[in-house]
């Protein structure tokens, strides 16, 4: 592990801990151990998180976006989603899940909004980035400013493109190195995370990690979102204004209303 910074950093807002806790994400969502992990290496990874009928509706809507075109895929396999609709149940099912909004709630310690949502599935030969963090806009140094998800639609393999992570490296509160930005380089405390489809990475936004070269051409579909301080609102790149079906709390916590 890196060397700690203590966050202490808290804003109350009653309103929106109702919300969280209207949506089940209360303190009781987030284990000791799953808070503890957060804290110190920086992310939990929640194995067998989404029941099979989920993530077989998790992969049509993936499929069909893919299929459909929207967005634009970029080179590593990347599909931006702009606006949230109606028949994409089982992706607001994920933005609204309560060990998410928790572990969110427990890295940023202040209200939030959605930030950015894609599609992430890296064809053979891409994927492979350089070591960064995903923030890196201005705002209160003593504070975390984004929390990361990635929701794994296949068994991720050493060889189908892992995320890979440096444990602690979200305590320096600062970018990786020039030379860490070099898709090649490799830290020396740097780890790759493996599971299976069905399972839930969250890590702290601020947390050294990259995505690697998917050598076999497996498939390694996953819905990637992020979540941002809610001073950062305008900064999302993802409206849920569209979105049918969701309740007052969840389109208070993700940032549509409230």
């Known amino acids: 592990m890196?060397?700690?910074v203590e966050d202490t950093t808290r804003s109350p807002d009653p309103a929106f801990e109702e919300a969280l806790a209207a949506l089940g994400a209360g303190p009781a969502a987030l284990s000791a151990d799953e808070a503890r992990a957060l804290d110190d290496a920086g992310y939990v990874l929640f194995r067998s998180a989404v029941d099979p009928a989920w993530?077989?509706?998790?992969r049509a809507d993936c499929d069909g976006w893919r299929a459909d075109g929207e967005g634009g895929a970029a080179q590593g396999g990347n599909q931006q989603i702009a606006r949230l609709g109606e028949r994409q149940g089982a992706l607001?099912?994920?933005l609204q899940w309560p060990r998410l909004l928790a572990a969110t709630w427990h890295v940023l310690r202040r209200p939030f909004?959605?930030?950015a949502v894609a599609w992430r599935c890296p064809r053979q030969g891409l994927g492979q980035q350089g070591l960064h963090m995903d923030w890196s806009a201005q705002g209160e140094p003593g504070a975390f400013h984004v929390v990361t998800?990635?929701?794994y639609l296949d068994e991720v393999t050493p060889d189908n493109g892992p995320t890979r992570l440096v444990p602690g490296s979200h305590k320096l509160r600062r970018r990786p190195p020039k030379d860490l930005a070099d898709p090649s380089s490799r830290h020396p405390q740097e780890i790759t995370v493996q599971a299976g489809a069905g399972s839930v990475l969250v890590?702290?936004?601020h947390l050294w990690h990259s995505g690697t070269r998917n050598q076999s051409g497996a498939p390694r579909r996953a819905l990637q979102c992020g979540f941002?301080?809610?001073e950062h609102r305008g900064m999302s790149c993802t409206a849920?204004?569209?979105a049918g079906g969701l309740p007052p709390a969840a389109r208070r916590v993700l940032g549509s209303a409230g």
């Open 240 to 242: 849920v204004d569209e």
């Open 149 to 151: 998800a990635l929701w």
């Open 55 to 58: 993530l077989k509706a998790l």
């Open 2 to 4: 890196l060397g700690a």
């Open 228 to 230: 941002i301080a809610r």
């Open 203 to 205: 890590f702290n936004g």
């Open 92 to 94: 607001l099912r994920a």
């Open 113 to 115: 909004a959605l930030g």
